[in-house]
C-alpha cells in the first residue's frame, strides 16, 4: 500500500494541470508580496510549448488584467517575436515572481525590483510550470529571470549568446535582456538591443527544434 509521502508525490506539479496550479497560485501567500498586489498574474500559454519564457514580475497593466506581458515591455516583446520569426504560440510566458512589487509616488504605482527571498519564495511556481509544460529550451529575461531560473545571480553580458546546460532536469537555458532595458535604453543604443534580442531568441528557438541543442 503507498504511504502518505507517496501519495502526496503522486499529486506533485507534474500531475497537475496548468489550471490547476494557477488556481493554486491565486492563494499564494509565500511571501508579502500578494498583500499590496491585485492578484496573482500566473503563466499563460499551452502545455507542451517548446519555448517557456521568464520576465521579472507582472507590471501596473499585468496586475490589473491578471496576464503577462500585456503592457508595454510585453508589446515590444510581441514585436521582437515577430522581428524574429517566432510565434507566440510556441511559447509560454510566465515571471519568476508572480505578484507585482510597487511603491506609491502620488498617483502612481512605482515597480519594485523584486529581492532575493521573494524570488526564491516564488520559484516553487515556476517549478512547478516547467514540469508541466515541459520545455525544451527556458529564455531568462534579464537578471532576476536568470536568478530565479539558474538559481544564483549572472552577469547577462557574460553568459548570453549560448545554450546554457546547468538545470538539473532536460532543459537548455538563454540568458538574455529583457525588453523593458530596450524601452529604457538611448535612441542610439535601442536598434541595437532590439536586434540582439531578436538574435538571442532566434537562438533559443533554434536550440528548442533541435535535438544537440546545447551548445555552453
Ligand atoms: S510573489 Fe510568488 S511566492 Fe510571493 S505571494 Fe506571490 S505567488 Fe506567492
Redesign the pocket.
Not at 499564494?28 to 511571501?31: D, E, H, I, N, V
Given at each position: 500500500m503507498a504511504d502518505v509521502s507517496s501519495k502526496v508525490r503522486a499529486t506533485s506539479s507534474a500531475r497537475r494541470s496548468l489550471a490547476q496550479l494557477a488556481a493554486e497560485?491565486a492563494g499564494?501567500?509565500?511571501?508579502d508580496?500578494?498583500r499590496d498586489a491585485t492578484q496573482?498574474v500566473f503563466g499563460a500559454g499551452p502545455q507542451g510549448a517548446p519555448m517557456l519564457v521568464v520576465g521579472e514580475q507582472p507590471g501596473d497593466i499585468e496586475d490589473q488584467a491578471g496576464e503577462p506581458f500585456v503592457g508595454p515591455a510585453g508589446r515590444l516583446f510581441d514585436e521582437i517575436l515577430e522581428e524574429a520569426g517566432i510565434d507566440r504560440s510556441d511559447l509560454y510566458v510566465t515571471n519568476a515572481?508572480?505578484?507585482f512589487k510597487w511603491v506609491a509616488r502620488g498617483k502612481r504605482r512605482i515597480h519594485q525590483k523584486p529581492n532575493a527571498s521573494?524570488i526564491v519564495?516564488?520559484h516553487r511556481?515556476l517549478d512547478a510550470e516547467l514540469d508541466v509544460v515541459q520545455p525544451r529550451v527556458v529564455v531568462a529575461l534579464g537578471a532576476t529571470a536568470a536568478r530565479s531560473v539558474l538559481g544564483h545571480p549572472v552577469t547577462i553580458r557574460e553568459v548570453r549568446g549560448k545554450v546554457l546546460d546547468e538545470l538539473d532536469r532536460d532543459v537548455g537555458v538563454v540568458v538574455t535582456i529583457h525588453p523593458s532595458a530596450v524601452l529604457r535604453a538611448d535612441d542610439a543604443d535601442r536598434r541595437a538591443m532590439r536586434t540582439s534580442l531578436a538574435d538571442d531568441l532566434r537562438l533559443a528557438m533554434a536550440a528548442a527544434r533541435t535535438t544537440g541543442r546545447r551548445t555552453g
Open positions: 497560485a499564494c501567500t509565500a511571501c508580496l500578494y496573482t515572481v508572480k505578484h521573494e519564495a516564488c511556481w
